[in-house]
Nanobody, 126 residues
């Protein structure tokens, strides 16, 4: 059974930075990609960024492109999200997720991902 545990959330002022991390345990070999999603208050969960585990190919939503960087450490089996120039609209619960879809898939559809972490709150004050 695979477990994903996020860390690194918190309260930050607009323009500030945060780094999220997601540690994986269990049998993760069949999960070819991982991603970060977020769920703002009162809204649906949305794709933030994804990365293929083997080649490191990345994909970003337009709203975070140029501000967020997704990365992975294969040896430590961790997924990170470096966030800079944070805006109030980045306030959300951030989730990491793994996908067993074909190795090239890093798409934005939440139903193509699982398991999920429990989430970590990011609050950006303006």
């Amino acid at each position: 059974q695979v477990q994903l545990v996020e860390s690194g959330g918190g309260l930050v002022q607009a323009g500030g930075s945060l780094r999220l991390s997601c540690a994986a345990s269990g049998r993760t070999a069949s999960f070819y990609a991982r991603a970060w999603f977020r769920q703002p208050p009162g809204k649906e969960r949305e794709f933030v960024a994804g990365i293929t585990w083997s080649k490191g190919t990345t994909s970003y939503s337009d709203s975070v492109k140029g501000r967020f960087t997704i990365s992975r450490d294969n040896d430590k089996n961790t997924l990170d999200l470096q966030m800079i120039n944070l805006k109030s609209e980045d306030t959300a619960v951030y989730y990491c997720a793994a996908s067993s879809m074909p190795p090239t898939y890093i798409g934005p559809t939440p139903s193509n991902y699982g398991p999920w972490g429990q989430g970590t709150q990011v609050t950006v004050s303006s």
